[in-house]
C-alpha cells in the first residue's frame, strides 16, 4: 500500500509502462511515416528522370558508399540521410542548370515540402529557395532586376537567420560574389542567436559567463562572427596574390583579380561600419583588422573605434608596451579626427612621458608640442581645475 493520499505502488508502475508504449508506438508511426515519404520522393525520381538526378548525388558520394546504402540506411543512418538530403538538392539543381525560370524551381521546392515533409522541411524549402534564386541573380545580365532577386532570396532568410542552411546560403553568396549580403546574414544570425544581448552585457561588464545560458549566447554570438573575419580573410587573401587571384574553397565559381578583390574587401568593410549598429561585430572585426592591416580599422567611418581602442589599452598589462605605445598612437589619431581633443591631448602626453617605451626624444618632443597645440584650442573655465593642471604640465615637460 502506498501512503495516504499518493498514488499507489503499481499504478504508478502501470503509468510508467504506459508512456513507455505510447513512445514506442509514436517512434514506429514516426518511421512507418519516413517510409511512406521516402517511398513517394522515389517514386518521384523515377518519374523525374533518376538518373540525372543520380549523377549529382555520385559527385558528392562515391559509387560504392551509395551501393551498400540499405532502405533502412536512408531512414536511420547518418549518411543514409545525408544521401537523401543531396538527393533533394540535386532534383533543384537539375533544374538551376536547365535554366528552368525562378517560378518554375521555387514551384518544385513547394511541392517537394508537401510530398515529403519530414525529409524536405521548411528550413530546407527556404534553403534551396534562397540557393535557387542566388544563383538566378547572379545569371541576371540586367543589374536592377540581379539586385531585385537577391533582395528577394534575402527577405526569405532575414526573418531566421540562424536557419540549418545558412552555412550553405553563405558558400553560396560569396561563390557568387555577394559579400555584403553574406556579412549581413551573419550580422543578423548573430543578433538573432541572442535576442537577450547578453553578449553585450558581459562585454561591457568585462566579465565571464558562468551560466549555460549565457555561455551559449556568447559562443553562438561569435560563432557567427567568425564566419564574417573568415569571408574578410579570403578578400585579403585574393588580394594579396599575384595575377588573378587563385579562389579559396568556399568561393571556387567567382574569380577576381587581386585589385577587384582589395575594393570588394573595403567595399564589404564599409558596408558594416556604415550599416551595422552592433558594436560587438564592430569589435571583432577591429580585433581581425589589427592583425591583418591597421587601415582597415583606423580608415573607418565606425562609431565604435575610440570606444574598442580605450577598451584595448585597459585590456594590456606592465609588460605590452609595444602594443601600449602602437595603440596610444591609434587613439591620439583616432581622437584628433573625430575632435575629442582632450582625449587626444591625454593619449599624447602619456606617448611623451612614457618611462619604459622606446621612444626617441625627437618624437616625445613632437608628441608634447601637439599635445599643448590641442590644450590650447580647448576653452579653459576656471573651475576646470583638472584640465588646467594638466597644460601647466604639459607645458612644463615641454620647456624642459
Not at 121 to 127: E, G, K
Not at 266 to 292: G, K, P, R
Amino acid at each position: 500500500m502506498g501512503r495516504p493520499g499518493l498514488p499507489a505502488e503499481d499504478a504508478v508502475l502501470a503509468v510508467t509502462a504506459t508512456k513507455a508504449e505510447m513512445a514506442s508506438i509514436k517512434s514506429l508511426a514516426s518511421l512507418m511515416e519516413n517510409s511512406m515519404q521516402l517511398l513517394r520522393l522515389w517514386d518521384y525520381l523515377i518519374k523525374e528522370g533518376l538518373t540525372q538526378v543520380l549523377d549529382y548525388v555520385m559527385k558528392v558520394f562515391t559509387k560504392e558508399t551509395l551501393v551498400a546504402l540499405t532502405f533502412s540506411d536512408l531512414l536511420v543512418d547518418a549518411t543514409g540521410k545525408m544521401v537523401v538530403d543531396s538527393v533533394i538538392k540535386a532534383i533543384h539543381q537539375r533544374y538551376v542548370d536547365e535554366g528552368t525560370d525562378t517560378e518554375s524551381v521555387l514551384r518544385v521546392s513547394s511541392y517537394l515540402q508537401e510530398l515529403c515533409p519530414k525529409l524536405f522541411d521548411n528550413d530546407d524549402a527556404v534553403t534551396m529557395k534562397v540557393l535557387t534564386m542566388i544563383d538566378k541573380a547572379k545569371q541576371n545580365g540586367d543589374a536592377a532586376g540581379s539586385s531585385a532577386m537577391l533582395e528577394h532570396a534575402l527577405n526569405l532568410i532575414r526573418p531566421n537567420a540562424t536557419i540549418f542552411g545558412l552555412r550553405e546560403i553563405l558558400d553560396r553568396l560569396t561563390e557568387k560574389g555577394f559579400y555584403e549580403a553574406a556579412v549581413e546574414l551573419c550580422g543578423l544570425a548573430a543578433l538573432q542567436s541572442d535576442p537577450q544581448n547578453y553578449a553585450v552585457r558581459f562585454a561591457i561588464d568585462r566579465e565571464t559567463p558562468n551560466d549555460l545560458v549565457g555561455r551559449t549566447a556568447v559562443e553562438q554570438r561569435y560563432r557567427y562572427y567568425e564566419m564574417i573575419t573568415k569571408s574578410l580573410s579570403d578578400l585579403e587573401t585574393l588580394a594579396s596574390s599575384r595575377g588573378v587571384a587563385t579562389q579559396p574553397a568556399s568561393s571556387v565559381n567567382f574569380v577576381m583579380k587581386p585589385s577587384d578583390a582589395r575594393m570588394k574587401l573595403e567595399a564589404v568593410l564599409d558596408w558594416i561600419y556604415t550599416h551595422s549598429s552592433d558594436v560587438l561585430l564592430h569589435f571583432h572585426v577591429f580585433e581581425w583588422s589589427f592583425t591583418v592591416c591597421d587601415r582597415y580599422a583606423t580608415a573607418s567611418n565606425s562609431p565604435y573605434l575610440k570606444d574598442y581602442l580605450l577598451r584595448k589599452l585597459a585590456s594590456l598589462g606592465p609588460s605590452d608596451v609595444d602594443a601600449y605605445v602602437r595603440f596610444l598612437k591609434l587613439l591620439a589619431e583616432c581622437a584628433e579626427r573625430l575632435s575629442d581633443k582632450w582625449t587626444a591631448a591625454q593619449a599624447l602626453s602619456r606617448l611623451a612621458l612614457h618611462e619604459v617605451a622606446q621612444i626617441a626624444i625627437t618624437e616625445r618632443v613632437e608628441y608634447l608640442s601637439r599635445c599643448e597645440l590641442l590644450c590650447q584650442t580647448l576653452k579653459l573655465h576656471n573651475g576646470n581645475g583638472e584640465l588646467s593642471e594638466f597644460v601647466s604640465n604639459v607645458r612644463i615637460h615641454f620647456t624642459v
